[in-house]
């Protein structure tokens, strides 16, 4: 998991670290419960978005309209919907395979 965050900051561009971050938050989403295929409540500021990824507040801002006027992504009233997980998944080339450890019935069984 911090070779990914180490990867989002050294490697990927802000719109690559912003997908990458929405797609990373669905599956560990997903896991426990709180997203769907596709959707999830996510009532995060730009500010704290920029803090975890190293962004200021407008570069957050502009990256997030990009991927809503791409289509990709969209946030209505904290709820983000990812249009496209495929696309959006090969922007960020996002591999979830890193967050396997963290599949509920595994920890389940460990406990």
Known sequence: MYAEH???VGRRSA???VAHFLLELLTRLQVIGLADERSFRMPLTQELIGDALGLSVPHVNRTLRQLRDDELVSIEEH???IKDVEAL???AD???SYLDQFRLP???AKC
């Open 89 to 91: 998944s090969a922007l």
């Open 94 to 96: 996002f591999e979830p």
């Open 15 to 17: 719109l690559e670290r």
């Open 6 to 8: 180490l990867i989002d």
């Open 106 to 108: 595994e920890m389940i």
């Open 79 to 81: 709820i983000v919907m």
